[in-house]
């Protein structure tokens, strides 16, 4: 076998084992790439399930931040009606006259006689437009005497000095208790749905 033969055969070896390992090269290159491709997608595919459940995330706050914003308008708008309507009834008490004025204060005057004892000197308070009632009021009941001014709508506040005893029998107390006590079925009155 001559040189040339052997280096040839060498160089035939060489270049088959440079083409094996070129496409072993390309085989795995390939491979690589598709790994690469396989996980980009499943990245992208991560990337946007996530983004969908932020934004889904988002708009649930924002729908629940929403509904909670219009809840709290409604009830500020029922909070305000309610005060107007409890604002319009003491108007009403305050301009209360005539009979029905006298009628009022005397029936709280009896029920404030009522709970102290007979023989207790007393004194009668009431607002200050009704000082001339009052004093007229007072003449039926021994002891009771007008003592002057009480801020109020109507009505009466009586103290016993034997008894220590305080009776607030004012329009406003009424309205107080007889608002708290009637206030859900006022509101749903107001507000039926």
Request: proline content about 0%; aromatic content about 4%.
């Amino acid at each position: 076998m001559s040189l040339d033969t052997v280096v040839e055969d060498i160089k035939g070896q060489a270049r088959a084992e440079a083409e094996e390992i070129r496409e072993d090269a390309e085989e795995r290159a390939e491979e690589i790439l598709s790994e690469a491709r396989e996980d980009a997608d499943r990245i992208l595919e991560d990337a946007e399930t996530s983004v969908e459940r932020e934004i889904e995330q988002e708009r649930e706050q924002r729908l629940s931040a929403a509904k909670l914003e219009a809840k709290q308008e409604r009830l500020e708008a029922r909070r305000e009606l309610l005060e107007r309507v409890y604002d319009r009834v003491e108007a009403a008490l305050a301009d209360l006259s005539g009979d029905r004025r006298e009628e009022l204060t005397e029936a709280l005057l009896e029920a404030a006689a009522a709970e102290v004892d007979e023989d207790a000197q007393v004194d009668v308070y009431g607002r200050a437009e009704d000082e001339e009632l009052l004093t007229s009021l007072c003449e039926a009941y021994d002891g009771f005497d007008y003592a002057g001014e009480y801020d109020c709508l109507g009505g009466v506040v009586v103290e016993s000095e034997g008894s220590r005893v305080r009776i607030n029998n004012t329009f406003d107390s009424i309205l107080d208790d007889v608002w708290e006590d009637n206030l859900q079925t006022v509101s749903e009155r107001l507000f039926e749905q």
